[in-house]
């Protein structure tokens, strides 16, 4: 199984601050035959189930605001939320779909 | 618009079964491949199984913590995803959801998650 390992486990940022999570595979998710990271990125708040905020690394799904940004390749990848806002309060988890499917453990985001 | 809606989760005592259920709508399901995560209270999410659809087969997978004790099954006829739980643990608390891998076209690979359900609950007791 690919294990996913997030880090920070808990991050508290001030409003309109940057926020970085990174997120690290046990082997490579990038798909040699295509060039794409199968990696992607969502958010969960309380009492809501998960939504997609990026995939293949780097692509932000439609109607995701442009401050949310992915970026790396192979096993090290990272989220950005470029200027933190209030809504943004949740739960980030990412997740390769390279061979099934596995999460991170998740990163907590809070207002400082 | 695609929905997935759940059902069927409850109170169950250890040692014992329930079978969840998903209805789909919004896409056609037999074209698609199904998947149920959960996720235990307070924790993250953990990806439980798959069935393909019938066209690749129809098989399925599952996570090594449930497999051999949990069955996904699917009834194109009806748009509905099954979970049939047995032998349950209390490890097993948690909310389950229904989710599709979105079919990409240019690569021809099931990826991410671009829809979920809203979950129901499964609560097992020692």
């Known amino acids: 199984d690919i294990v996913m390992t997030q880090s920070p486990d808990s991050l508290t940022v001030s409003l309109g601050e940057r926020a970085t999570i990174n997120c690290k595979s046990s082997q490579s998710v990038l798909y040699n035959s295509n060039n794409k990271n199968y990696l992607a990125w969502y958010q969960q708040k309380p009492g809501q189930p998960p939504k997609l905020l990026i995939y293949w690394a780097s692509t932000r799904e439609s109607g995701v605001p442009d401050r949310f940004s992915g970026s790396g390749s192979g096993t090290d990848f990272t989220l950005t939320i470029s200027s933190l806002q209030a809504e943004d309060v949740a739960v980030y988890f990412c997740?390769?779909?390279?061979?099934?499917?596995?999460f991170g453990q998740g990163t907590k985001v809070e207002i400082k | 618009e695609v929905q997935l809606l759940e059902s069927g989760g409850g109170l169950v005592a250890s040692g014992g079964s329930l079978r969840l259920s998903c209805a789909a709508s919004g896409f056609t399901f037999s074209n698609a491949w199904m998947s149920w995560v959960r996720q235990a209270p307070g924790k993250g999410l953990e990806w439980v199984g798959r069935?393909?659809?019938?066209?690749?087969?129809?098989?399925?997978d599952y996570a090594a913590p449930v497999k051999g004790r949990f069955t996904i099954s699917r009834d194109d006829s009806k748009n509905t995803l099954y979970l049939q739980m047995n032998s349950l643990i209390t490890e097993d608390t948690a909310m389950y959801y229904c989710?599709?891998?979105?079919?990409?076209?240019?690569?021809?690979?099931?990826?991410?998650?671009?829809?979920w359900g809203q979950g129901t609950l499964v609560t097992v007791s020692s």
């Open positions: 997740q390769q779909y390279f061979r099934t499917w596995t």
């Open positions: 069935i393909k659809r019938k066209t690749d087969g129809g098989t399925t």
């Open positions: 989710t599709t891998p979105y079919y990409d076209i240019l690569t021809g690979h099931f990826t991410y998650f671009a829809h």
